[in-house]
């Protein structure tokens, strides 16, 4: 799915005389490869770019965020994961598109939320749980509650 997406570009540094112009190299997203990642992004209303699979996670930060989301009941089918480690050039094109410098990195109905430490954070204070609940990734803890009450 995600394959050459970015290209490389030399861009001079300095412009002060062309015998002392240096050059870097960086990397450009192509307009087809950020396309690609947005129509990632919009498939699905929770989406994670991770090292491995949910249930084989290949690192320690994507295995907390899997954790995580797993605490909070999210269901499998408003989520889509994306295994980064698959693609080299979906790993580096993601963090140029959001920049972020690493993964995994959770978007919410299209929103770039973070990566490992912003999602313990937000997990930590009850904001993740406030962000799934407005956004109906999960139901509302007084809706669940009530559903249990009436299925009892």
């Known amino acids: 799915m995600f394959t050459s997406i970015s290209r490389l570009s030399l861009a001079p540094l300095t412009r002060s005389s062309p015998a002392t112009t240096s050059y870097v190299l960086r990397r450009l997203l192509s307009s087809e490869a950020r396309a690609q990642i947005q129509k990632a992004i919009n498939g699905s209303p929770l989406v994670l770019f991770m090292k491995g699979t949910p249930e084989l996670p290949q690192c320690g930060f994507s295995r907390a965020v ?4 797993d605490l909070h009941g999210v269901p499998p089918e408003k989520m889509k994961t994306y295994n980064v480690l698959e693609d080299p050039e979906l790993r580096n094109g993601i963090k140029e ?3 972020w410098p ?8 299209s929103e770039f939320i973070g990566g490992c430490d912003i999602v313990l954070g937000m997990h930590q204070s009850g904001e993740l749980e406030t962000l799934l609940e407005k956004n109906n990734i999960i139901p509302k803890a007084d809706e669940e509650a009530a559903v249990q009450a009436t299925s009892s």
């Open 97 to 99: 598109f959001s920049e």
């Open 102 to 109: 690493t993964v995994p990195q959770l978007y919410v109905n």
């Open 66 to 69: 899997i954790q995580v989301l």
